[in-house]
C-alpha cells in the first residue's frame, strides 16, 4: 500500500507562501487521487484542496486563489503551493490518497481516502 510523507511546512509571516510537498511511497501516485486537508487546535479537519490523476482540481472556498495543487507524477509527488497566508491558515496539514479508476474527478470527502500522512505543521503568525 502507499506511504504518504508530507514535507515543507514551518513557520510565516503573514503575506508569505510556503510550498508542501506529498511524497508517496510503495505506489505510484499516478494511480491516486490525493486531497490535502488540514485541523486546526480545537477545530474538525476540514478539506483544502484535491486533484484528481488527470490534474483537475478543486478548492475549499477560503483558499480558492491562494492555493494551487498540482502533481509531479514522474517524482511522485503532489504539491499544495500556498499564497497570502494568513493567521487562519494555521494548522495541521495533511495529504491523503485514493486509489482509483477515475481519472477527471478530485474527491472532497476525507472518508473517500484510504492512506494518509502523517501531517505537517503549519503556523502563520500575524
Known amino acids: 500500500q502507499v506511504q504518504l510523507v508530507e514535507s515543507g511546512g514551518g513557520l510565516v509571516q503573514a503575506g508569505g507562501s510556503l510550498r508542501l510537498s506529498c511524497a508517496a511511497s510503495?505506489?505510484?501516485?499516478?494511480?491516486?487521487?490525493i486531497g490535502w486537508f488540514r485541523q486546526a487546535p480545537g477545530k474538525e479537519r476540514e478539506f483544502v484542496a484535491a486533484i484528481s490523476r488527470e490534474s483537475n482540481s478543486i478548492y475549499e472556498n477560503p483558499v480558492r486563489g491562494r492555493f494551487t495543487i498540482s502533481r509531479d507524477n514522474a517524482k511522485n509527488v503532489v504539491y499544495l503551493q500556498m499564497t497570502s497566508l494568513k493567521p487562519e491558515d494555521t494548522a495541521v496539514y495533511y495529504c491523503?490518497?485514493?486509489?482509483?479508476?477515475?481519472?477527471?474527478?478530485?474527491?472532497?470527502?476525507?472518508?473517500?481516502?484510504?492512506?494518509w500522512g502523517q501531517g505537517i505543521q503549519v503556523t502563520v503568525s500575524s
Open positions: 491523503a490518497a485514493e486509489r482509483t479508476d477515475y481519472l477527471f474527478v478530485p474527491v472532497a470527502e476525507s472518508q473517500d481516502y484510504a492512506y
Open positions: 510503495g505506489g505510484t501516485i499516478s494511480d491516486y487521487g
